[in-house]
């Protein structure tokens, strides 16, 4: 085994002994989405028109991809937390690799984010969802969506990292909440007005959203749309790659310099 990988699996093991030690972050960002569900299914469902399917199932691939997107948040944290605490200067005396570390944090936050899939999923099939698609569209749907967790993931630790301060990293964490509200993940976006609808659909969760929406069978792809929309799984895919590509180098880097 590669020196990055032995190291990378200890600090998979660090991270997730972390995160059982701190059972209260866990349980508010596995039950958070489906306290959304709930309560924007129930809440304004009936206000929503929705021609051709009901609100609830609408809402739940938006709410996985807007989950998927909290990884910037968690991300963020996290590498906040132990640079503030002295964790990550402890970490650079070992003789570790330097990219194990945020690999690691990031690897932890994959295996976390797919068990907290599945309470998730129950509530949604309960309140009425269904996965209309093949087995393979089910696992296309889950690739996408870790995939670009991690993606998110990583903007998040590098930004983490630069910030070096658990207050500031909670402060501009709570700002991620609003990229969900600018896509497709809550309403459609054909009513938007001309600006406003770009920019919702040259969000990356819009892609996803789509991408999740076209694989379990709930709404079609727009033709209509920007070009991520209307090539969901493309979209997805190319912004993924772009994300992990521009800061998985750069947080490795700062890592490294401290």
Sequence with gaps: MSTLAYDGTALLGRQLRRIRNNPGLLILTQTTPITMLLFFGYVFGSAVAMPGTEY?????????????????????????????????????????SRAAVPLGQAAADLVVTAAGLIPFLLVALAVGWRFEGTALDALAALTLLLLFRLA?????????????????????????????????????TEN????????????????????????????????DAA?????????????????VALTAPLAVRRYTRG
């Design 152 to 188: 998110c993931t990583w903007v998040g630790i590098l930004l983490g990292l630069a910030s070096r301060n658990e207050e500031a990293a909670g402060q501009l964490g709570s700002v991620t909440f609003v990229l969900p509200l600018l896509s497709s993940a809550y309403i459609p």
């Design 227 to 243: 070009w991520p929309v209307t090539h969901p799984v493309a979209g997805t895919l190319v912004w993924s790659a772009v994300l």
């Design 56 to 96: 609830r199932a609408f809402l739940v691939p938006g709410l996985l991809a807007a989950t998927a997107s909290g990884g910037i948040m968690t991300g963020m944290f996290q590498a906040a937390q132990d640079t503030h605490r002295g964790v990550t200067d402890r970490l650079r005396t070992l003789p570790v």
């Design 192 to 223: 938007l007005t001309g600006w406003l609808r770009a920019l919702a659909e040259w969000n990356p969760i819009s892609a996803l959203t789509t991408a999740l929406r076209d694989l379990s069978g709930t709404a079609p792809v727009p033709t």
